[in-house]
């Protein structure tokens, strides 16, 4: 047996929020033995990931026709859906089997097609004889009425929500005995400091993240975008801010840079505003933390945000976004601005000059509450240390 903990469920350091998670549940186990299966090696060696545990590109059947013909055909006659999981995660099955996996996609569960992905893999590592985890989750409450969907959660070790809203729907479902809340992984990442642009006002920078994900989530084509600018042009011309625009998802098919590159179309000529390459999750952590307030639509940009202390407005759509804002601060009204609610492009605006307008004393509610809050993000590792034990009793 490969005496291991596998964290699976991992798309790729390309996505910034999946390498804060794995990057601090790393350092909260550091001690204990572990390997990332991986959908895309290439990014998690090029960020920070490789010091931290071992790499292995999980199997990808769609790249092996034969396979793919094979295991299709298999699935189809022997209504077996397990048998594509096998394959894919091969190598740490059968003799390689491990004790203990941990499913890190927080929101696997959120869309139809990954959730689908992550109930078979759970079903087939229980299946297999390991106990499994499911780690800094979200789930909507509307899921759990879905029997297939409570079934899988009760195969779980252990569960560990990231807010109250999912932690209440999980418990209302009957799924209480495995279910331990915790603030998301990333709430522990530490920063790692850079060199910041000259023209980089610290205490003095709006940080700004928008993404082609919440632009698909609006009712009104273009409404997302026409927000923003709205937004640029406000603090430009009312105050001396500058502003910083970061992306943190850089995948093909969901690069928050190409959004952000045509928001920051027209202001190019405008020395206050800047817009940031890509980097590791840890140095965006650094840029976020040295702004005076944050606009993020990626959830983990925004928890960079909160745990710098720096007063943040969620433009969101999901649970996570709510349940996060709500444990922090009472209510997310006013904390998270659904995109699906925006009519008129002054809106954000609005939800802008609320957040300013109470900027100390949001900074002071997050100075007060963050020590803690991160510090038991972190405890949550020795969750994972219960149940490793446990697979060794």
Known sequence: ???????????GSGNHGCEAIINSTCHMIEDLPKLLVTNSEKEDRFYSLE???????????????????WYY????LFHDPESFMRYRFRAVLGKNRAPLYISTGGDMYCYEISKKEAIVANSTFVRAGAKTILWGCSLEPELLKDPAVVEDMRRYALITPRESITTKALHEAGIVDNVRLFPDPAFALEAEEIKLPERFAVG?????????????????TGITLANYRRLIDHILQTTDNCVALIPHVMWNYNDDRLTLQELYRGFEAEERVMIFPDM????????????????GARTHATIAAYSSRVPTLVVGYSVKARGIARDLFGTEEN??????????????????DWMMEREGEI??????????????????GREIRRIWNECHE
Not at 1 to 11: E, Q, T
Not at 73 to 76: C, D, E, L, S
Not at 337 to 346: I, N, T
């Open 335 to 352: 904390y998270v601005l659904p995109v699906q609610a925006l009519e008129s492009p002054d809106e954000l605006i609005g939800a802008y």
């Open 1 to 11: 047996m490969n005496d291991r903990i596998v964290l699976y469920l991992h798309g």
């Open 280 to 295: 590791s999750c840890r140095k965006l952590k650094y840029i976020i933390s040295q702004c005076r307030a944050f606009i």
């Open 204 to 220: 003095r920078t709006i940080g700004i993240n928008v993404s082609p994900m919440i632009v698909r989530h609006e009712k009104s």
């Open 51 to 69: 010091p931290l545990c071992d790499i292995l590109q999980e199997r990808k059947i769609a790249e092996h026709f034969f396979a793919h013909v």
């Open 73 to 76: 055909a298999w699935r189809a």
């Open 363 to 380: 900074r002071e509610r997050l100075k007060s509450m963050m020590p803690e809050y991160c510090a038991r993000a972190g405890e949550a």
